[in-house]
């Protein structure tokens, strides 16, 4: 079976683009954002798939690029925030190698700004933050089968934790 390398998850803020290229390089392997592969197929940024879709149909792309991705990709694969959420692709995680990029709320409202670019922190970005690390946190850890945190730390600083770990035998 073709799998990714590892699959990166965390809530905005996490660093999981830019770790996850970090990681792809130093490994020799390509990487993917699912984010990314919504948008080609959709043929529009993920912002406008939300204003003139709607949420319920971005899921719906998600989790069909999740499945697609997790079954056929061979690198570093970065998963949107939110894709966790839906049952099917926490079921489809099982058995992969799922790095879980924790970051605790100071950090992840500095990372993301004023939210620009990201639909669901448009109206009040810190406490829509908030509700989205509390809300999901148990379920990037029921999927992780490894932990770094990020909060003070440079994105070569957690590249390099999750290289070392994906580079240490399974046990």
Known sequence: MTAPVCVLVGPPGAGKTTVGQLVAAALGVPFTDADAEIEAVAGK??????????????????RSAVATALGTFTGVLALGGG??????TRERLAGHTVVYLSVELADAAKRVGLGAGRPLLALNPRATLKHLLDQRRPLYEEVATIVVATDGRTPEEVAAEVTTALRKPIR
């Open 45 to 62: 940024p993920i912002p406008e798939i939300f204003i003139d879709d709607g949420e319920e149909h971005f899921r719906t792309l998600e």
């Open 83 to 88: 894709a966790i959420l839906a049952e099917e």
